[in-house]
Nanobody, 126 residues
Framework: QVQLVESGGGLVQAGGSLRLSCAAS????????MGWFRQAPGKEREFVAA????????YYADSVKGRFTISRDNAKNTVILAMNSLGPEDTAVYYC???????????????????WGQGTQVTVSS
């Protein structure tokens, strides 16, 4: 089992940027496809971004495409979500997720993922 720990959340003004990090335990990080999800109060947990095992492919929700960038460093067991042009609609708890996936594939459904972090709060003020 892999453990995931998110960090980097906080309060930012509209139009600003934040960089979220997810640190993973284990020796087989490169065998996991990774994703970011977010959940606002009273809302379902929604997909944000996904990255394949090697980092060669990425996929984004329409709501964040062009503003967010997902990346990974398999040597450091980390996945990053760089967020730009933030607005109040981006306020949520952000979760990192992992699944042992096939090479080159991306996963965007909540139930595709087996491992989850505890989340980090992102608050965007207007």
């Amino acid at each position: 089992q892999v453990q995931l720990v998110e960090s980097g959340g906080g309060l930012v003004q509209a139009g600003g940027s934040l960089r979220l990090s997810c640190a993973a335990s284990g020796r087989t990080f490169s065998s996991y496809a990774m994703g970011w999800f977010r959940q606002a109060p009273g809302k379902e947990r929604e997909f944000v971004a996904a990255i394949s095992r090697s980092g060669g492919r990425t996929y984004y929700a329409d709501s964040v495409k062009g503003r967010f960038t997902i990346s990974r460093d398999n040597a450091k067991n980390t996945v990053i979500l760089a967020m730009n042009s933030l607005g109040p609609e981006d306020t949520a708890v952000y979760y990192c997720a992992a699944v042992r996936g096939y090479s080159g594939l991306l996963y965007s459904r909540r139930n595709d993922y087996d491992y989850w972090g505890q989340g980090t709060q992102v608050t965007v003020s207007s």
